[in-house]
């Protein structure tokens, strides 16, 4: 199985920071990497696929890098709708999720 | 407009069954791949069952194989996840999902939470 590991578990902004979030792969996922965003009470929402590409209707504030085993989800200029729990999914190998990133308010 | 809605969650008692159903509309719901995705409380997402669009193909995470069943009726446009001999820890919120040829989940329904509990 593939194993997902997303750093920090918790990430203190402010609104206009720019922010980073990390997701490394067991192994390799040939960029087989989407990135969601959860708030509480809410099914997730994906917001980028194939580890770069925006998903429709996703502000372009949001931005997905990386490849092989490492990948990070960068938010631009954070904003107040952006407060939330971020998860990374491989999809090389069945299916398999980070254990997430809550963005709190600084 | 694409939906989601599951139903059929609750409480149940350790060893019991339940039969969660997800109802789609918005979409040619025979030409889709779905999948099970689950939460427990408080913790993150874990995928469950997955099953292709015609249905001859299906996966299980090891934590429900054996014990959970994925399947669909295409006519009712309807995905169904039959859990058996349930525990504690399957207590959880419960996600149908559309998925985009196999790959990322790209619709999600509300949710269905499942409580096993004496």
């Known amino acids: 199985d593939i194993q997902m590991t997303q750093s920090p578990s918790t990430l203190s902004a402010s609104v206009g920071d720019r922010v980073t979030i990390t997701c490394r792969a067991s192994?390799?996922?040939?960029?087989?990497l989407a990135w969601y965003q959860q708030k509480p009470g809410k099914a997730p929402k994906l917001l980028i696929y194939k580890a770069s590409s925006l998903e429709s209707g996703v502000p372009s504030r949001f931005s997905g890098s990386g490849s092989g085993t490492e990948f990070t989800l960068t938010i631009s200029s954070l904003q107040p709708d952006d407060f939330a729990t971020y998860y990374c999914q491989q999809y090389y190998s069945y299916w398999t999720f980070g254990q997430g990133t809550k963005v709190e308010i600084k | 407009e694409v939906q989601l809605v599951e139903s059929g969650g609750g409480l149940v008692q350790p060893g019991g069954s339940l039969r969660l159903s997800c109802v789609v509309s918005g979409f040619t719901f025979s030409s889709y791949e779905m999948n099970w995705v689950r939460q427990a409380p408080g913790k993150g997402l874990e995928w469950v069952s997955y099953i292709s669009s015609g249905g001859n193909t299906i996966y299980y995470a090891g934590s429900v194989k054996g014990r959970f069943t994925i399947s669909r009726d295409n006519a009712k446009n309807s995905l169904y996840l039959q859990m058996n001999s349930l525990r504690a820890e399957d207590t959880a919120v419960y996600y149908c999902a559309r998925t985009h040829s196999s790959l990322y989940f790209e619709y999600w329904g509300q949710g269905s939470l499942v409580i096993v509990s004496s």
């Open positions: 192994q390799s996922t040939n960029s087989r």
